[in-house]
């Protein structure tokens, strides 16, 4: 397929299903949207939460078979997708606001979770998450924010994050070149589109000598964005139409979220951005510190060339062994990276298969 034939923010992706949007605010002020894709009834809801400028596109990708589509055929009738204050079909993240993934898990998160409630009832709610998506997820699950979860799905990282050395440089010292000295408040994929000797373009340039793996500009700003220096993905996995329409999957990232991952990188745990904002006091400081109370059953999911959050899940489920064994679940996924394994032109084959066997033994 002519990726020149794929809309920016279509829904073209899903057969046979009724499409219903669904807008929601949340409790500071932002309007937010869930996305119902319903081909049958079903006892067992998914809702799919996207990653940090991605956005529910990640799931209804018309080039290959999706993950809508793929749930749909394995039963799971009806599919929920968020669009968070992070997603790229909203401007927030280019916005002066400093906000944190403290706002998602307080504030997103348990807002979409009672707006898709109004409609499903009672019913069995099983949740796929990805990047950051997952990150504050699993925090709005460990502090109680959002309950009644059956399972839970984690792609590359959970609550203990960890990055590449170079990933911690760029987190420590990235938002206040960009804020204070080049400007503006946050980095975009479309950077090498913008007009020639702009700052954007001229970062685009900066950056494009060392990302030899493609010639694509948008691919190297989300490597140098997320990558730790490498890709974000693993090149063999992604379908040339998904890297040639990056521009229209990827938006831009406000860099105040760099800084609270960068002080969850060096805790080695989720925490809280500041622990004195009374905004956030029913949040606690350290997301690990109520993680006995969790029994929703988590798949944590990753890439063995994760390029962006390393070992992140591996750790993590090896430290939620210790507190809760046998509860949760590691699946490794050979060749594949941080994006790939939602996003890759096989995960039908070779990624869904081990997420909907998850999802169908916790229904049960």
């Not at 927030?92 to 009672?114: F, G, K, Q």
């Not at 949740?127 to 997820?137: D, E, K």
């Not at 399972?151 to 990933?167: H, K, Q």
């Not at 995960?347 to 229904?363: G, H, N, Y």
Request: proline share 6%.
């Amino acid at each position: 397929m002519d990726q020149q034939r794929i809309a920016r923010f279509t829904h073209a992706g899903v057969a046979d299903a009724e499409i219903s949007v669904h807008p929601f605010a949340t409790d500071d002020g932002l309007g937010l949207n869930l996305t119902r894709f319903r081909r049958a009834a079903c006892d067992d809801v998914v809702l799919l939460v996207h990653g940090l400028t991605t956005s529910s596109d990640m799931y209804v990708m018309p080039e290959h078979t999706n993950l809508v589509n793929y749930l749909h055929d394995a039963g799971f009738g009806d599919v929920w997708a968020l669009d968070a204050r992070i997603s790229g079909r909203f401007p927030y993240n280019a916005e002066t606001a400093r906000h944190n993934l403290d706002c998602i898990a307080l504030y997103d998160h348990p807002a979409a979770v009672a707006e898709l409630r109004r409609h499903v009832g009672n019913r069995r709610l099983h949740v796929i998450t990805h990047c950051v998506g997952a990150i504050s997820f699993s925090m709005s699950l460990f502090a109680g924010a959002v309950t009644g979860v059956t399972s839970l799905v984690c792609n590359s990282v959970s609550v203990t994050p960890r990055t590449p050395a170079w990933s911690k440089i760029k987190l420590g010292y990235g938002p206040p070149l960009m804020e204070y000295l080049l400007g503006p408040c946050h980095l975009d994929p479309r950077y090498g589109n913008a007009p020639v000797m702009t700052r954007g373009w001229m970062l685009a340039k900066a950056v494009a000598p060392f990302h030899r793996e493609c010639d694509e500009a948008a691919c190297h700003m989300l490597s140098f964005m997320w990558g730790g220096g490498k890709p974000i993905y693993t090149h063999e996995k992604m379908s040339p139409v998904t890297h040639g329409r990056l521009p229209d999957l990827f938006g831009a990232c406000n860099v105040n979220y760099y800084r609270h991952l960068h002080a969850m990188v060096k805790a080695g745990r989720a925490v809280k951005y500041r622990p004195r904002d009374p905004r956030f006091a029913a949040l606690p400081d350290d997301y690990l510190s109520r993680a006995d109370t969790v029994t929703t059953p988590i798949l944590f999911l990753t890439g063995d060339r994760n390029n962006v959050f390393t070992d992140s899940n591996i750790v993590c489920h090896r430290t939620l062994e210790q507190v809760s064994p046998g509860l949760h679940e590691l699946a490794i996924l050979p060749g594949y990276g941080h994006q790939d394994p939602f996003m890759g032109r096989n995960a039908d084959t070779e990624v869904f298969p081990q997420v909907v066997d998850f999802l169908k033994r916790k229904a049960g």
